[in-house]
């Protein structure tokens, strides 16, 4: 019995990188903006109480 196993990925190219790296911070850029930037006070006040649940001084 011969099992055949591949990585799904391994040969990604460098243009599909590039992709998802541009998509990352895109969707980074959006968070920061949206959260950071806020007039919705639930979405503000999340972003805040994370930053300083991880000891980033915001203030």
Partial sequence: MT????AIGAGASSQSR????GLAALLGFFVI???GFSHIAAA?????DYRHSMAFPCH
């Fill in 3 to 6: 099992t055949n196993t591949s």
């Fill in 18 to 21: 590039l992709t998802q790296l």
């Fill in 33 to 35: 903006g949206f959260v």
């Fill in 44 to 48: 503000h006040n999340a972003g805040h």
